[in-house]
């Protein structure tokens, strides 16, 4: 089962940034700059959680991992000024 997960970091160094920001892209959907939202299975979600773990620094980075339920039964009410919002589907991913 898979969850949707909305995640937001604050990374300090622009180095460390880029390499999150790169890999995220493997893991959800960029929404803003340092905003993703990602449906994942338990798996990989944890493949992610260990990812940032590695990358931040825990003195001077930050990271939000928002859990808002199984993906197939959210009701996201989204509220988007300027560029419209999309959920994010259920998609393939390649290993």
């Known amino acids: 089962m898979e969850h949707l ?8 160094e622009p180095k460390r940034w880029r390499r999150v ?5 493997g893991y959800g959907k960029w929404l803003q700059l340092s905003v993703f ?3 994942l299975s338990r798996v990989r979600y ?3 959680e260990a ?3 590695e990358c931040v620094n825990q003195k ?13 039964s959210v009701k996201l009410r989204v509220k988007s000024i300027g560029k419209p ?4 589907e259920r998609t393939p991913v390649i290993v």
């Open 51 to 53: 990812f940032l773990g």
């Open 5 to 12: 997960f909305i995640v937001a970091y604050d990374i300090h």
């Open 46 to 48: 944890i493949q992610m």
């Open 21 to 25: 920001f790169k890999t995220m892209h």
């Open 37 to 39: 939202q990602c449906r």
């Open 60 to 72: 001077t980075d930050h990271v939000i991992i928002l859990d808002m339920g199984p993906a197939d």
């Open 85 to 88: 919002f999309e959920f994010a």
